[in-house]
């Protein structure tokens, strides 16, 4: 049902954006594309990925989790294609959780490292959009918009404020397995975020990641032939990255379309070249994730055992 309802907002969001449009206009944007500027796109996100996967390493050695960076790399990878290729009720964050299971860790830590990992983005990006709406609220408008980065802003913060007190959680849930988790969730991702090693590597690395976001997006921008400035990429990806974590839609379309379309509308940017701008990297993502497919395809998984 989660997954239907999920395709069907995808689909809804489309149709929206579609309305208001000349497809053919993006169409044709799309046959044109400078394949140079693509496959340099695609070598942006694959480094992207390989840093990420650094990240949860240091993370998953901080937490006593100590694998080869090869395994990791390979279970980062098909976390991806799980998250990106397939409507799949079983999520990429699931499937890494269960090659750190595999690998000898209990369930809670092997859900631990996961999450961890998944603060450390988030805390990243938070830092990406703090650097941003200032600016970007100054190019703005219209008061909705702006109300709706504070508003989504402000969530992402409370979340991962949220995520560092829920030690402080009545003792006398502990007998729950869950908030027993949760408790080791928040020591640990305070712990390491406020240390000097790994704290700040751990953050820098996750600022580093959203960067690489940007700049797949300004060099397929360059693809597209479109004139759009750097600044005003760097300003809407990250809120794009930010509106992407709303858990309505397969990987993220539609909502990226639809905030991509809006927010580079405000940048004086055409909605047809913008949607152009939005698939070519929805679609840029979905490549650069069919590794981990390859890979999952080849090696020891739960529909096997």
């Known amino acids: 049902m989660l997954t239907v309802f999920k395709i069907s907002m995808s689909i809804v969001l489309f149709l929206l954006i579609l309305d ?169 991702a305070r712990k390491m975020l406020f240390s000097n090693k790994p704290g700040i590597t751990l953050v820098l690395l996750s600022v580093i990641v959203h960067f690489f976001s940007v700049f797949a997006v300004i060099a397929l921008s360059e693809g597209l032939s479109l004139e759009i400035e750097w600044l005003g990429i760097f300003l809407i990806i990250p809120l794009v990255t930010l509106f992407m974590l709303i858990p309505i839609s397969i990987a993220g379309w539609g909502i990226r379309e639809g905030v991509m379309v809006i927010g580079l509308g405000y940048l004086n940017v055409q909605s047809e070249q913008a949607l152009a701008l939005s698939i070519l990297y929805g679609l840029s993502m979905l490549t650069i994730s069919l590794p981990g497919g390859i890979v999952w395809l080849f090696s020891s998984h739960p529909s096997r055992k």
């Open 20 to 188: 208001n449009l000349d497809f053919s206009g993006t169409v044709k944007l799309l046959k044109n594309v400078n394949t140079n500027f693509l496959l340099i796109a695609l070598l942006i996100l694959a480094v992207q990925t390989i840093i990420a996967s650094i990240r949860w390493k240091i993370v998953l050695d901080n937490f006593n989790l100590k694998l080869p960076h090869f395994d990791i790399l390979r279970y980062l990878w098909i976390g991806l294609f799980f998250n990106q290729a397939l409507p799949s009720s079983i999520g990429g964050d699931a499937l890494r959780g269960y090659y750190l299971r595999r690998n000898g860790s209990s369930l809670r830590d092997s859900a631990i490292g996961v999450l961890l990992d998944r603060f450390f983005g988030m805390t990243g990006l938070f830092i990406m959009v703090l650097l941003v709406v200032p600016m970007l609220l100054y190019r703005l408008d219209n008061l909705t918009a702006q109300w709706s980065v504070v508003l989504f802003s402000g969530a992402l913060f409370a979340v991962i404020s949220v995520s560092l007190v829920l030690d402080l959680l009545p003792l006398k849930l502990e007998k729950w397995r869950l908030v027993g988790g949760l408790r080791t969730l928040s020591l640990k």
